[in-house]
């Protein structure tokens, strides 16, 4: 064997997973694969097309040849759906008020589902969404279950964004709020705690202490940390 694990963190929205996931990637040397940016390009494709989440038969004939592209960059990915880059246009409004309609699609998650155990293959992969731990990759030897209070989450969102006119500290939470209730609800893989996973609260820990103690959890499987 390669010597090497996969890591599964899931929660909900704003936790920090995909802001983590990275940093622990790039601890181990690791592949970070980011399921979330999947599931927005597919759903900025469709929306692109005039295809609403209501209309599966023709999202899944979309996504059926759907081809996505995560490239890692400093700092970041890039992400590439057919070809054109959307890095930006996922993270936008629209995005985020229709992914987790797009999302509860059985065509569409196998789909994806299919592509991220492809990616995990040979191991050595941080992957971060709402279902690796208990869907994606129940085999995963670390499995972390991240929350935080929608308080908390929403202010690190608001913090982050760039046109903050556009929507306020309240009305971003109550999108947060919704979304995450949509991913616990739905009768797919919903969000939930994994039976083996940790559960890891970070309403009150900087992101240091949250790699840190994720780190950690690998050292019984041997793992050399770049430190
Ligand atoms: O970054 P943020 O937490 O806002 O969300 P994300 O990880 O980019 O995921 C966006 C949406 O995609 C989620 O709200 C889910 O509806 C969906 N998703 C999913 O269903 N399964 C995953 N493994 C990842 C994301
Ligand atoms: O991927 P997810 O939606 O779970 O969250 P994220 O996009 O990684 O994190 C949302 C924001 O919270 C980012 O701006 C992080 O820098 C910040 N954050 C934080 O302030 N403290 C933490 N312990 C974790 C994340």
């Given at each position: ?141 670390v ?71 994720i780190v950690s959890y690998c050292k019984i499987y041997g793992m050399e940390s770049?430190?």
């Open positions: 064997s390669s010597g090497k694990i996969n890591i599964a963190i899931d929660g909900p929205a704003g936790a920090g997973k995909s802001t983590i996931a990275r940093m622990v990637a790039g601890r181990l040397s690791y592949v970070y694969v980011d399921t979330g940016a999947m599931y927005r390009a597919a759903t900025w494709y469709c929306q692109s097309l005039g295809v609403e989440p209501e209309e599966v038969e023709q999202v899944l004939q979309i996504v059926k040849d759907l081809v996505i592209d995560l490239i890692p960059i400093e700092n970041g990915q890039q992400v590439l759906v057919n070809g054109q880059e959307v890095t930006e246009q996922i993270r936008s409004l629209a995005v985020n008020a229709k992914v987790s309609r797009y999302a509860q699609i059985e065509g569409l998650r196998s789909r994806l589902v299919s592509l991220q155990r492809q990616m995990a293959l040979r191991k050595g992969v941080v992957m971060d969404g709402r279902d690796i731990g208990t869907t994606v990759l129940p085999d995963a030897e499995k972390v279950y991240m929350t935080a209070t929608v308080e908390e989450r929403a202010k690190r969102r608001y913090k982050e964004m760039k046109e903050q006119s556009a929507i306020s500290l309240e009305q971003l939470a109550a999108d947060i709020a919704e979304r995450d209730r949509l991913d616990q609800e739905r009768e797919i893989s919903p969000l939930r705690q994994a039976d083996d996973a940790r559960l890891l609260d970070t309403t009150h820990m900087c992101i240091e202490e949250v790699v840190e103690t770049k430190a």
